[in-house]
């Protein structure tokens, strides 16, 4: 089946840095997505990664390691407005099918004074 | 440029009424993706359009849903006859060319679905 999972909540402070996980099981692969979502409005893209290592865009990472079905996003200098939901997305693509994304539960990150 | 338009942003309806919800995708993107998230579960992909056509249903629901894209630019979605399981927020994304590695899908900010 398709799964993936990541944290449910997640509580940090503001200027710190934190990281949020997330493991996938599915039965293709083509690239995994981070969207960050503020709450009533839409997911927004922050990342994206298809091989394996770091991927860097300012104050936010991605890293892939495609053999052990494991993402992770970096969040570094937090700011308050980074109190969001983060959503880890796998695209399953069978090349008959198309492009559609799989995705978490999201993980809500709240942040702290 | 505008981003993904859905309306409406909110709807309340009675069970086995119906409703239909209209995406319009950013001008140019020929795919279209319908998904949905209901109370406590993860965004589930429901269809997805290449221009008109359906290039993927596996996820709708049941045949209470029908989604159309005649001209290949906006998109309703239309339930009939509404039950109470409906109720959730109704996702549209579009993207530019779904066969690239890259291909970001970009949101709109859905249309909250209540039936009571």
């Known amino acids: 089946g398709q799964n993936i999972d990541q944290p449910t909540e997640m509580t940090a402070t503001e200027g710190a840095i934190v990281q949020i996980n997330c493991t996938y099981q599915t039965s293709g692969f083509n690239g995994l997505f981070w969207y960050q979502q503020h709450a009533g409005e839409a997911p927004t893209f922050l990342s994206y990664?298809?091989?394996?290592g770091l991927e860097e865009k300012g104050r936010f990472s991605s890293f892939l390691s495609r053999s052990k079905g494991y993402s992770y996003l970096l969040l570094k200098e937090l700011q308050m407005k980074d109190s969001a939901s983060y959503l880890c997305?796998?695209?399953?693509?069978?090349?008959?099918?198309?492009?559609?994304?799989?995705f978490g539960q999201g993980t809500e990150l709240s942040v702290k004074p | 440029e505008a981003g993904v338009t859905q309306f409406p942003s909110h709807s309340v309806i009675e069970k086995g009424q119906t409703v239909t919800l209209r995406c319009d995708p950013i001008s140019g993107h020929d795919n279209l993706y319908w998904y949905r998230r209901v109370m406590g579960k993860e965004i589930k992909f429901l269809l997805h359009?290449?221009?008109?056509?359906?290039?993927?249903e596996s996820g709708m629901p049941n045949n209470r849903f029908l989604a159309e894209r005649t001209g290949g630019t906006y998109s309703t979605l239309k339930v009939q006859p509404a039950e109470l399981e409906d109720s959730g927020v109704y996702f549209c994304?579009?993207?530019?060319?779904?066969?690239?590695?890259?291909?970001?899908?970009?949101f709109g900010p859905g249309t909250r679905l209540t039936v009571l």
């Open positions: 990664n298809v091989l394996d």
């Open positions: 359009f290449v221009k008109e056509s359906k290039q993927d």
């Open positions: 997305a796998v695209r399953d693509q069978d090349y008959n099918q198309g492009g559609k994304l799989i």
């Open positions: 994304a579009s993207s530019q060319d779904w066969r690239l590695s890259y291909d970001e899908q970009f």
